[in-house]
């Protein structure tokens, strides 16, 4: 059976056209796959941003499990390994420099590829150059970055390479029977900086220079935004959806009826919420509550469907072996969602939301960071150093009024399993990847360093 896992960046459950209560009609392609499939409404990643959602959509572990999510262990299967194991072809394409081989992602896949590395050294020199003389924030390296990122597409072409959606295409045309394709989107992460035709398509009228010098400052000083700009920022994130929508549009093309498909967001995206853009370490739902659907081979269709249990992210991998006829290992967390995509009721769970990094340190592992979200749709707990608090999802579902130390038979389920994953945590396994210049140089570019 071929198998197909797209993961979109930083895509908020509210900007995703197939969910109940959807306001816009942003993601048409996957409109018509949700008329085929299941679509989850209350999916929660287990972390706020790449580093931490992923050991648990790829391993059906916890963020901080094995160690944490500095580096996936040897000992930590992935999924793609299990698969490898039984006979799949597996293929990864990603542009995102948090799922670089060097933090242990790549194993199991037979073609592994980040197309998101072209680098000349005339062009990093240059690059280096202008941070150095202007700062990462000043309009010369703004343009310049602009001119590097679109200038530098063709030149990777020339030499070969190609883009997600293309290698995706690729990829499943020339798979075999049993294989796995993951491909993962990096819009609409920020920069905002969509084509043309979707940026005027929602109206707005900046060039892609501006839309990134926009978010960007969006990104660093939400509050200092006038209301206009606050509404571009909206606007471009809207189109940048959109854009993402497109490119799985080309992707679903490439695949037949007779594949399973699962598509959904690694974490969602701050738009102004809690004072922040972009997902800075926090457990907010902005941040935590992520669209998932799931198309199943057309013998085994039993959609349109939709599921309103809570379901998880550690849920993913289990489900892709399910299908695949092959058993989970026993380091898996999570249950198979197949008894809910054929319309049978499955168990509610609380999900676990974990990160111990700080802003200044993304993806690097402080055990004084640490916070702990235990989430059900009515109700979540979060610890957060000496704090702790909760939220009623039902009346505050923007989670702007806290309830320190909750009480209540509401609340108990969830301090039960928060004292289980506190007591669980353990640091002393942590394995960390070293960065070199051109990996802290994307990241930057992506906004997660200054």
């Known amino acids: 059976m071929k198998t197909l896992l797209i993961t979109v960046d930083a895509w908020r459950a509210s900007h995703a056209s197939f969910m109940p209560n959807s306001t816009a009609s942003r993601t048409p392609a996957l409109e018509s796959l949700a008329e085929r499939g299941a679509v989850f409404t209350q999916a929660v990643s287990h972390g706020p941003a790449t580093p931490y959602a992923f050991p648990a959509l790829l391993t059906s572990t ?63 020199s240059a690059r280096e150059f202008l941070i150095d003389r202007f700062g990462l924030d000043h309009p010369v390296y703004r343009a310049a970055q602009y001119l590097f990122r679109f200038g530098s ?43 043309k035709r979707h940026r005027e398509a929602v109206g707005v009228r900046l060039g892609r220079s501006s839309a990134t010098q926009l978010t960007t400052r969006a990104q660093h000083s939400p509050d200092g935004l006038s209301e206009r700009e606050r509404e571009s920022v909206h606007r471009l994130y809207d189109a940048s959806v ?13 695949v037949g009826d007779d594949a399973l498909v699962v598509v959904t967001a690694d974490h969602g995206e701050a738009l102004f919420e809690h004072g922040q853009v972009g997902h800075e370490p926090a457990l907010y739902d902005e941040l935590v509550h992520v669209p998932l659907l799931v198309r199943p081979p057309a013998s085994e269709l039993a959609g349109p469907l939709v599921v309103d249990t809570q379901v998880r992210h550690v849920d993913i991998a289990p489900t892709v072996l399910d299908y695949a006829g092959v058993d989970a290992p026993p380091s898996f ?13 499955i168990p509610e769970l609380p999900a676990v939301t974990e990160v111990a990094s700080t802003r200044q340190t993304p993806g690097r592992i402080d ?75 994307r990241l930057r570019e992506l906004g997660y360093l200054d």
């Not at 075999?176 to 819009?187: E, Y």
């Open 62 to 124: 916890y963020p901080l499990d094995f160690g944490g999510y500095e580096r996936i262990r040897e000992d930590r299967t992935l999924l793609s390994e299990r698969l490898a194991d039984a006979g799949y072809s597996c293929t990864g394409i990603h542009a995102n420099p948090w799922l670089g081989e060097r933090y242990g992602y790549a194993r199991g896949y037979e073609t592994y590829r980040d197309v998101g590395a072209f680098s000349s050294p005339t062009l990093d």
């Open 333 to 345: 967390r999570g249950q198979s969602l197949r008894p809910a995509i054929e319309g049978r009721a």
């Open 367 to 441: 055990e004084s960071a640490l916070q702990i979200g235990v989430r059900l749709p009515t109700h979540k707990l979060v610890s957060r150093g000496d704090e702790l608090y909760g939220f009623d999802l039902r009346t505050d579902p923007g989670e702007l009024a806290p309830v320190p130390n909750p009480e209540g038979a509401d609340w108990r389920p969830l301090y039960r399993q928060l004292r289980e994953r506190r007591d669980a945590i353990d640091f002393t396994g942590a394995v960390a990847a070293e960065r070199d210049a051109t990996v802290e140089e």
């Open 153 to 195: 597409a063709p030149l990777y072409r020339l030499r070969g390479g190609a883009d997600e959606v293309s290698l995706a295409r690729r990829a499943l045309t020339d798979a075999p029977a049993d294989s796995f394709v993951w491909v993962h989107l990096l819009d609409p992460h920020a920069p905002y900086a969509p084509p």
């Open 242 to 254: 959109r854009h993402a929508d497109e490119r799985v549009g080309a992707i679903l093309s490439a």
